[in-house]
T-cell receptor, first 111, second 108 residues
Framework: DTAVSQTPKYLVTQMGNDKSIKCEQNLGHDTMYWYKQDSKKFLKIMFSYNNKELIINETVPNRFSPKSPDKAHLNLHINSLELGDSAVYFC??????????FGQGTRLTVV | QKEVEQDPGPLSVPEGAIVSLNCTYSNSAFQYFMWYRQYSRKGPELLMYTYSSGNKEDGRFTAQVDKSSKYISLFIRDSQPSDSATYLCAMRDDKIIFGKGTRLHILP
């Protein structure tokens, strides 16, 4: 059983397109995150949701819009993709008694 | 000063050696300290976590936190080639802040 699953695993798309990445966790956790990992492997937080409510929004362009339909899902929609958006995007989840569990990542390549 | 500082390496050591990985941090409000291991093209995997200062041991791994010095360490005893990965320290208040990760190579 996959605890935190992301789809798709790989995404190659052209500049200017709009794309979505989906994340689901079956751990019953209340808090979910999106992180971006750049080519130098630096993991930087983008968003955090707790029980479907946005609680952290780092300095991320408005082109990125997270959506949490329920506490088990946190999707990331990206408008007008740019070359600099190419990275690996990780979803993670945790609750009050655990540390974060990460998905396997979505490798986004914008061409 | 960045919130979390970690030497990116790479760090190469022979099999069987003791590995020491370290991070420093600036925010004294951090109470939870973690080490994640990330293999190539995989997600970070939680390895160890510690609350406040002290030591924690799990098999060949020992995590140490010195809050007075704002310094955390991960020791790996009897290192194996399968330990070759990137090790990320992380700290949490309302969000999890990661170090840049240290690439570790264990040479057979």
């Amino acid at each position: 059983d996959t605890a935190v699953s992301q789809t798709p695993k790989y995404l190659v798309t052209q500049m200017g397109n709009d794309k979505s990445i989906k994340c689901e966790q079956n751990l019953g956790h209340d808090t979910m995150y999106w992180y971006k990992q750049d080519s130098k492997k630096f993991l930087k937080i983008m968003f955090s949701y707790n029980n479907k409510e946005l609680i952290i929004n780092e300095t991320v362009p408005n082109r990125f819009s997270p959506k949490s339909p329920d506490k088990a899902h946190l999707n990331l929609h990206i408008n007008s993709l740019e070359l600099g958006d190419s990275a690996v995007y990780f979803c993670a989840s945790r609750d009050g008694n655990t540390e974060a569990f990460f998905g396997q990542g979505t490798r986004l390549t914008v061409v | 000063q960045k919130e979390v500082e970690q030497d990116p390496g790479p760090l190469s050591v022979p099999e069987g050696a003791i590995v020491s990985l370290n991070c420093t941090y600036s925010n004294s409000a951090f109470q939870y300290f973690m080490w994640y291991r990330q293999y190539s093209r995989k997600g970070p995997e939680l390895l160890m976590y510690t609350y406040s200062s002290g030591n924690k041991e799990d098999g060949r791994f020992t995590a140490q936190v010195d809050k007075s010095s704002k310094y955390i360490s991960l020791f790996i005893r009897d290192s194996q080639p399968s330990d070759s990965a990137t090790y990320l320290c992380a700290m949490r208040d309302d969000k999890i802040i990661f170090g840049k990760g240290t690439r570790l190579h264990i040479l057979p």
